[in-house]
Structure formats: structure tokens, C-alpha cells
């Protein structure tokens, strides 16, 4: 039963927007965003499903390309040892993918010494 129960809480803000759909003043309480690591937000964007808070943690640091570590092959690039600016030591950086609604909380690491950074960000929807 216990578990029945966390499972209807769960769907309730789900089935309070349904209900708004078809009778606009119906009153839906605020959802609170359950935060995840950002790696879960990339998934199946269901229409009226509850919004999560989606957390990237990234560290810039500058690496050199063509170098194999554990995590990959390596960073390739044009096929000569070059310095390159690497998030989490990859290059390109993790993908950031979230669903309409998400909360997006980016925790930015500058692992390089004596520089000024920024970060730009783009997206299409």
C-alpha cells in the first residue's frame, strides 16, 4: 500500500493539469522540481509530466588533443597535440538536454590558472 501511495502522489500535479486543461480556474498547487543529475534530464519529453530540476556540474580545464584517457579515446581534433579548452574532459563538453519546464542549475568549475572565463550558450528548442 505504501508504495501505491508514493506512486499517486507522484501523478497527482500530473492529474491536476489535466483537470486545468479542460477547466482553466480549477487550482493546481505549486510542483515542487525534484533535482537530478543532468545526465537524467535527457529522456522522452511527455507532454503535462512533472518538471525537473536538471544540475550540470562542469570543470573547464585545458587539455591537450589526441590524448587517450580512460573515460574515451581521447580528444581528437586535427590530428596534431594541441592545447584545447575541454568541460569534464571532453571535447566538445556534455551535451546539455532538457524538457520544457525543466530548471536548469549549472555548476561551473574554472580549473584554468590566471584567465578569465565565460560561458555562452545557445540552444534550439
Do not use: M
Given at each position: 500500500?505504501?508504495?501505491?501511495?508514493?506512486?499517486?502522489?507522484?501523478?497527482?500535479?500530473?492529474?491536476c493539469?489535466?483537470?486545468?486543461?479542460?477547466?482553466p480556474?480549477?487550482?493546481?498547487p505549486e510542483?515542487?522540481?525534484?533535482?537530478?543529475?543532468?545526465?537524467?534530464?535527457n529522456?522522452?519529453c511527455?507532454?503535462?509530466?512533472p518538471?525537473l530540476?536538471?544540475v550540470?556540474?562542469l570543470?573547464?580545464?585545458?587539455?591537450k588533443?589526441?590524448?587517450?584517457?580512460t573515460?574515451?579515446?581521447?580528444r581528437?581534433?586535427?590530428?596534431r597535440?594541441?592545447s584545447v579548452?575541454?568541460?569534464?574532459?571532453?571535447m566538445?563538453?556534455?551535451p546539455?538536454?532538457?524538457?520544457?519546464?525543466?530548471e536548469?542549475?549549472?555548476?561551473?568549475?574554472?580549473?584554468i590558472?590566471?584567465?578569465m572565463?565565460?560561458?555562452?550558450?545557445?540552444?534550439?528548442?
Open positions: 500500500l505504501k508504495g501505491k501511495q508514493e506512486a499517486v502522489s507522484e501523478c497527482l500535479p500530473c492529474v493539469q489535466l483537470i486545468k486543461e479542460h477547466w480556474q480549477w487550482p493546481c510542483v515542487s522540481k525534484l533535482k537530478v543529475p543532468g545526465i537524467q534530464c529522456r522522452d511527455i507532454p503535462n509530466s518538471p530540476t536538471c550540470f556540474n570543470t573547464l580545464e585545458v587539455l588533443t589526441d590524448v587517450l584517457n573515460d574515451s579515446e581521447g581528437r581534433a586535427d590530428g597535440n594541441r579548452l575541454a568541460y569534464n574532459g571532453q566538445p563538453g556534455p546539455i538536454v532538457i524538457c520544457e519546464g525543466d536548469l542549475v549549472v555548476n561551473f568549475k574554472n580549473n590558472t590566471g584567465n572565463t565565460n560561458i555562452d550558450g545557445s540552444g534550439n528548442t
